[in-house]
């Protein structure tokens, strides 16, 4: 069974999300914040130019990231939000670029294609200091990440066959780079959250068939 991860996480991590569109009125209730004991909200029109945008999460400290087409339908970019710099197109590898994760302190990951169509998606961290980077791979194509926790540890699952027959976890630290974290003895293996502590727990097989 031919696998394709972006669409597997996607659909199983946006669920009803991934067939909805979001137009250019779509609107974020968002930046939350308490007066006179009573919750009010701002709410704020985001936007890439485009006709859809797609929130795909909101850190602790009301950065919000996701993804939005830009005008034409050229590209889908990856962004972040935050109350005091707006809405940042955070670009992509290629022309497509999806933020599907973050943690605390501002660090954003998900999955971008490049120019080079064979390279299948990559994953990228995103910093503000240090903007867009593919944090490498270890054989095999199409790197979608899941979760990232506060201390910048990543997680998700790669086509370990390059032709869509064999997933498998990863995890990825700046110090260790990625480790391929293998399968149950079946040939799919999806991580889905990870803790402080580094462990991540998600889906696998535990033979081809099952």
């Known amino acids: 069974m031919n696998y394709d991860l972006a669409r597997v996480i996607a659909g199983v991590r946006h669920r009803t999300l991934i067939a909805t569109r979001l137009f250019a009125t779509a609107l974020l ?13 701002d709410i704020t029109n985001l936007g890439l130019g485009g006709q859809m945008i797609l929130v795909s999460g909101i850190n602790p400290s009301g950065m919000v990231f996701g993804y939005a087409n830009t005008p034409g339908y050229n590209a889908i970019h990856a962004f972040v939000a935050t109350r005091a710099d707006g809405m940042v197109d ?11 994760a973050g943690n605390a302190v501002g660090q ?12 299948g998606y990559r994953t990228f961290l995103w910093t503000k200091t240090g903007g867009m980077v593919d944090i490498g791979t270890i054989g095999g194509t199409n790197y979608i990440p ?4 506060d201390l910048g540890q990543v997680t998700g699952a790669f086509d370990a066959s390059g032709i869509g027959l064999d997933s498998h976890g990863f995890s990825w630290t700046s110090a260790g780079g990625m480790v391929d974290i293998g399968t149950l003895g079946g040939n799919f293996t ?3 959250a990870i803790n402080a502590s580094g462990q991540v727990v998600g889906l696998s097989r535990i033979s081809p068939d099952s």
């Open 29 to 41: 209730a968002g930046f939350s914040a308490l007066v006179a004991g009573a919750q009010t909200y």
């Open 146 to 149: 899941a979760a990232i926790n």
């Open 90 to 100: 955070i670009g992509t590898l290629g022309l497509r670029a999806y933020a599907l």
């Open 190 to 192: 999806l991580p889905w």
């Open 108 to 119: 954003v990951v998900g999955y971008s294609d490049t120019a080079t169509a064979a390279d």
